[in-house]
């Protein structure tokens, strides 16, 4: 059985890299497929027993496939229309989970209970934002009112289907608020009609995302301004975004990250210690003992303490994977039968998988799984006794080697001290700060928070020393597919049970198990060794990244990177250099920028700037800022971008055509007008890269530049603006392809739809990073090739606009 589980749940990975979902008919014939199948295991024949098997196989994988596909069918089924997209919608509906309240707005889920606005059709969970009157930051006259889970509404809203940002080792927004079920998202409209309703819905859901609410509060009033207040919000309740940005970087680079959340480790820990405890108790009992055997009574309220802590933690998949295996152990107990670990394991991942098939999506469910796997693998069915601290190391030493493939497919970097990082914020955080701050979590027992603060306190400060190290952190290019794959069936086989042959001495060793062990660590090399592709001499490969309504252009030459412009800024904790540049140059292998050019002010140019000064080395920021930007401060080698500069990378040409000296000592002039324009020029094409100039700007530039505008790709001035794209202007660049760099359903209705016409007109061919998502160009071979990361990463869940 435990096959047929592990087969079924490939088949549900199957599905979800599918870029459309099957028809529904096709499961029919899983019927007779798993009734022959039946018939040939039944046979006499071994033959036909085995053809039988690998049939049965397929059934389950062909179970797993038209399940996934059901629940999407489901799922997708409950869709906002494009017609009441931007709209005005009144709705009644519930805050479903925990807030989240940053500088801008409350954002909460919403379910849905009653469409006030006449034919208006709305998903039954949604995602609001609330900002307050003017859209800027919280001011105590502006800010919208408090709002708790479990409280009815009726609210103005204007909403949007789920569409995300689309870029190469890029997260995919849509394919997470599928599975979470938020199939729209908007904000609350300024209006009288919003008040809150009733007194608190008492829904079992409402009330542990109220009692989560309530925990949270309870810990910021008791550690008023204490620093890592955030990290024991997370620890009791699962609320990771209280953790501030520069304490997640502090635990991803020394590994102890998995210790900020909710892990099965926590979960284990606590379910433990009520377990011990409850056998104590009720072995002192002669009543109790004579009608229900202490076991069976301490591992039931193991369970229900475990799957309390995991529903107050927000059920995140580690925390699901502990409960489902703690609820098949206590099922097995309370039945009187034996179970192995191995099936333990196989049917708690076969309970995650059918209620959640998006779970195989998720790093947290290869890492939490595999952990379990491995420790399974280097500790049971082992011959003879080992010392608990040798085994505790061996697990460790295990852990650590088996997640470093996934680690860098997944995030491109590894913490080199994790192992002692670990060993020392383990026993710290798991058995003194999370037991001290569940006690905390009690009433009249909040002063547990106190000396759990002070711990905490005493681990970061070593986990400080351990981040500043030099070589903390191991950061490279993604590796491709196959070298992942090799890379963990050479730690399979290097985790195995040692046998004759070189083991780790220097000469052979005589015991039962697999030989020469050590052949695992060959598997490895590729992974390091297989170095990403890049550009020949002469060769440009420009990326226009998709960041919403903004600008970021990567430009690739055989041994240069330039970035051009740094994407929005979004909160005080996320930006397009965090969550989009930085990714993207490190699974690209861009180890360092030679330089990175921020055209003007206006933050959808350079809100992410900050971030990859501080992630990436770069070499020299050329911008049209204010000696005294931030970003100015922060760079270390910095100049004016000024009309006349140029420079030639590995046959490639840079030109800066703008702003010219007169325009900087034009104080009336906008930020806008002194946006920097670069081109690029190879020979095979060229491209434009104009920011947000404006019609007076391009007409400057015609009469000063004009023999050097004409370009083969543009990156549409200003997103498309109606103030820019002249007729004079697009006359004399005439592009072969225009890009327009746009949000999804943006504010200003960019691309204006005369300027689309306009080039269009021209015979321009369009693309726009809204539906196409990032745009990757490779000017080479005389030719320029287009890729689009949409067309690149089909999934079944991407949004079509209409």
Known sequence: MRTHILVFAVGIG????????????????????????????????????TIGKVLFAV??????????????????????????????????????????????????????????????????????????????????????????????????????????????????????????????SGYVRESDGNVRLDEMVNRPAYQVERLRQEVREHFIQALPGHVYTGVLVALAVGDQRAIPREQWQIFTRTGINHLMSISGLHVTMVSGLIFALVYWLWRRSHYLTL????????????????????????????????????????????????TSVTAVLSWALLAVVVLDPWAVLSPGFWLSFGAIAIIMLVSAGRIGRTHWLIGWARVQWA????????????????????????????????????????????????FMLMPAHWLLSVCMEVMQWMSDLPEAVWSQHAPPAWT?????????????????????????????????????????????????????????????????????????TENHALLYDTGPDFSAEADSGSRTIVPFLRAEGVKHLDAMVVTHADSDHSGGALSVLEAVPVGWVISSLDENHPIQLAASNKQQCRAGQSWRWDGVRFDMLHPSEQNYNNPRLKTNALSCVLKITTTHGSVLLPADIDKKSEYKLLADKGDALASTVLVAPHHGSKTSSTSEFVSRVNPRLVIFTVGYRNRFGHPKKEVVERYQAFGSRLLRSDTDGAVVLRFADERIAVETARVLRQRYWQDVPG
Request: proline share 8%; no cysteine.
């Open 291 to 338: 009608r229900l055997p202490a076991r069976k009574a301490a591992v039931a309220a193991g369970l229900m303490v475990a799957l309390g802590y995991a529903l107050l933690a927000g059920f995140a998949i580690p925390a699901q994977r502990t409960v489902y295996m703690l609820a098949v152990v206590a099922i097995a107990l309370w039945l009187g039968r034996t």
């Open 484 to 556: 992942v794959a090799a890379a963990m069936a050479g730690i399979f086989w290097l985790m195995l049970p040692g046998g004759l042959g070189l083991g780790w001495g220097l000469g052979p060793r005589l015991t039962t198990g697999f030989p020469a062990r050590w052949l695992g660590l060959v598997a490895l090399l590729p992974m390091f060794l297989a170095l990403p592709p890049k550009p020949a001499s002469g060769e440009l490969w420009l990326t226009v990244l998709d960041v919403g309504q903004g600008l970021a252009v990567v430009a690739r």
């Open 399 to 446: 852990i650590t080697l088996s997640l470093i493939p996934p680690l860098l497919a997944m995030f491109q970097q590894v913490s080199m001290v994790s192992p002692i990082a670990n060993a020392i914020a383990i026993p710290l955080v798991s058995l003194l700060v999370v037991p001290l701050t569940l006690l905390g979590t009690l009433p009249l027992l909040d």
């Open 59 to 184: 059934v389950f994988l062909a179970a797993g496939f038209f399940w996934a596909a059901a629940f999407a069918q489901w799922r997708l089924a409950d869709v906002l229309p494009h017609e009441w997209e931007g709209r005005d919608i009144q709705l009644i509906g519930v805050v479903a989970e925990l807030p989240q309240v940053n500088e801008r707005n409350v954002r909460f889920a919403f379910d849905v209970e009653q469409v006030q606005t006449e034919d208006a059709i709305v998903p039954a969970r949604i995602s609001l934002a609330w900002y307050d009157a003017r859209g800027k930051r919280f001011k105590a006259e502006a800010a919208p009112p408090q709002i708790r889970a479990g409280e009815r509404w009726r609210i103005t809203t204007r909403l949007k289907r789920p569409h995300g940002s689309v870029n190469p080792h890029g997260f995919d927004f849509e394919q997470w608020a599928l599975e979470r079920n938020i199939r729209a």
């Open 14 to 49: 199957l599905l979800q890299q599918q870029p459309m979902l099957p028809e529904s008919a096709w499961a029919w014939a899983l019927l007779p497929g798993a009734a022959f199948a039946f018939l040939l295991l039944r046979a006499r024949s071994n033959g036909l027993i």
